[in-house]
């Protein structure tokens, strides 16, 4: 008997679902936005992005993107030396944030049939990076032991002479441009359940390049970054005020 009325209750669930939601997506020609965060191998980063249809396979977007990156030896810990609620990062010499203006393409592997199948894309994208450079700053105290002041990393400030990390906003007067450019390739797998519902997870890499050396870290400067990332979006398909000339054509496989 609990077994019977199991069955018909999730028979019931079933098609309660079945008739509340989609069974067929058409997307083809929806225009969409949205925004993402990113955390990868060497910092983290947001985004928004505004694209169209192409055709049924082939979507282009535009995005704009702020990211971090840092060093992966730059490390926080404890001071040994003082006993302090605050880490220090021994070794740091500035923090990098970068702003990117990008075009990309999607291209549809795995097409979504319904609300339980995934869409399946490949990603890519390139444009124009515009990085800032901070300096980081130090609480310290001198050899003696006679006085504190703030100062920046240099190869004779022994760790024992740092108390903490100074304010973030202390160096933001230093902060130097530097330009440059990037590209992406990734995977995205999208599963909204609703046919006008965008929300994917998206892995990739990036590679990024500057014309001026990068230091992060005391005694290492480079002009590149490449990285793996895992990105996380949520947005909506919405209709095209364009009316692409596709959606009066039959599709083609």
């Known amino acids: ?21 989609p069974l067929n997506f058409q997307r083809s020609f929806l225009d969409f936005f949205s925004i993402g965060a990113r955390v990868s191998t060497n910092g983290w980063g947001l985004s928004f992005r505004k694209g169209f249809s192409v055709n049924r ?59 339980r199948s995934l869409e399946i894309r490949i990603i890519s994208s390139f444009g124009p990076a ?51 450019g990037y590209g992406k390739i990734g995977i995205s797998f999208e599963h909204a359940k609703t046919e006008h519902g965008l929300s994917s997870l998206e892995v990739g890499a990036t590679f990024t390049a500057y014309l001026l050396p990068v230091q992060l870290i005391y005694g290492h400067r480079q002009n590149f970054f490449v990285n793996l990332y895992i990105e996380y979006r949520l947005g909506k398909f919405y209709p095209s005020r364009v009316r692409h000339k596709e959606k009066t054509q039959p599709n083609e496989h």
Not at 83 to 112: A, C, H, M, W
Not at 141 to 150: A, L, P, Q
Not at 154 to 163: A, G, K, M, N
């Open 1 to 21: 008997m609990i077994k019977k009325t199991f069955l018909i209750l999730a028979s019931l669930l079933w098609i309660s679902i079945a008739w509340s939601q």
């Open 57 to 115: 396979y082939t979507r282009r977007y535009y995005a704009i993107e702020i990211t971090s990156i840092k060093d992966p030896r730059s490390i926080k810990f404890s001071n040994p030396y003082y006993i302090t609620p605050e880490n220090i990062f021994y070794g740091k010499v500035n923090d990098f944030f970068d702003l990117r203006v990008s075009y990309g393409r999607q291209n549809i592997l795995v097409e979504k049939k319904d609300r």
């Open 130 to 180: 515009l990085g800032f450079a901070k300096p980081v700053y130090y609480n310290a105290i001198d050899k003696t032991g006679s006085y504190t002041y703030e100062t920046k990393f240099t190869e004779d400030l022994l760790l024992q002479q740092i108390l903490n990390m100074a304010p973030f906003y202390k160096g933001l007067d230093e902060i130097k441009p530097n330009f440059g």
